[in-house]
């Protein structure tokens, strides 16, 4: 028999298509009896005869006897179930987050009640004469005029009575004093009998204050024939002033009196009083000290 020579391409080409047709046979045999599945061969057990079962069942040892409190312990053992049921919660009716809010109270109206008319005074005060004064002022009239007035009516000022006189149904007069008008403000004036059934209405009577010197007492010195000179700082542009007795500051206010301890003006309109306490006025770069009003002498000039 005579070797296949590999040396020539026809015998190797039949050489592997022989090895490849014999791979597949082996694998082709391969699945038909073994298979390429994962799955173990099963393999079946001889079946025990019934005599070996017997032999085994006569050789078990007896169990030993079980007394009533262990009988009683079993009982209470159960099985734990592997798979435990969660109870089913119902989702929540409304918002857990929302809170409540009270309602608002309604508005309560709020009833005006109706003013009663005040009743007119049987009285009538038409005006009063002067219906501004100044305060400190001395006594003066007041005259009242108007309606209905009767002899047993007064005039009253903030409830006082008024010393009063009746000159007819239309006008009446009243004293007022000093001390009643002493301060500034606001007065009513009305004209009633004393025992209040006749009553008129209320008029104002204006108390403004009086007008004050506008200086300041810094200070006092004398001559040789002992005429008393007083130092006066105007307020408003800080000027130093000599004032003697009788001088007449501003038109409207008189020296009548110098002391160490205040200076006295008498206001020539109204015949009220000022007395300025001496204090220490405000320093300035200093101006030139000089006489408001020239002093008239009552000697003669001629020598």
Do not use: C
């Amino acid at each position: 028999m005579e070797l296949a020579d590999f040396s020539k391409p026809g015998e190797r080409k039949k050489l592997i298509w022989a090895g490849v047709l014999g791979v597949v046979a082996i694998g082709f045999l391969w699945w038909t009896f073994i298979g390429f599945g994962s799955r173990p061969a099963t393999t079946s057990r001889p079946t025990p005869a019934a005599s070996q079962v017997g032999a085994r069942q006569t050789s078990r040892p007896q169990p030993a006897p079980v007394d009533n409190a262990q009988l009683v312990a079993i009982e209470y053992l159960q099985p734990v179930p592997d798979e435990i049921s969660v109870p089913v919660v119902p989702e929540a009716r409304r918002n857990i987050f929302a809170f409540y809010e009270p309602p608002k109270p309604a508005p309560t109206q709020t009833v005006t009640p109706t003013p009663t008319p005040t009743p007119t005074p049987p009285v009538l005060l038409a005006a009063i004469s002067p219906s501004n004064v100044y305060a400190k002022t001395a006594e003066f009239t007041l005259e009242a005029n108007g309606d209905k007035f009767t002899p047993e009516m007064k005039v009253f000022m903030d409830g006082r009575e008024l010393p009063s006189k009746f000159k007819g149904p239309q006008q009446m007069s009243a004293s007022v004093s000093a001390a009643v008008i002493a301060a500034p403000g606001l007065k009513q004036v009305s004209v009633r009998t004393p025992d209040g059934r006749g009553y008129s209405n209320n008029i104002g009577l204006s108390v403004a204050p009086p007008p004050t010197p506008n200086y300041t007492y810094v200070g006092i010195f004398g001559t040789k024939t002992f005429v008393n000179t007083g130092l006066l700082q105007d307020k408003g542009n800080k000027e130093i002033l000599s004032v003697h007795l009788g001088d007449l500051l501003g038109g409207r206010f008189r020296v009548t009196s110098i002391s160490e301890k205040e200076i006295v003006f008498v206001d020539v309109n109204l015949r009220i009083k000022h007395p300025l306490p001496m204090t220490e006025g405000e320093r300035t770069a200093g101006g030139p000290i000089s006489r408001p009003t020239p002093r008239v002498d009552a000697e003669d000039d001629e020598p």
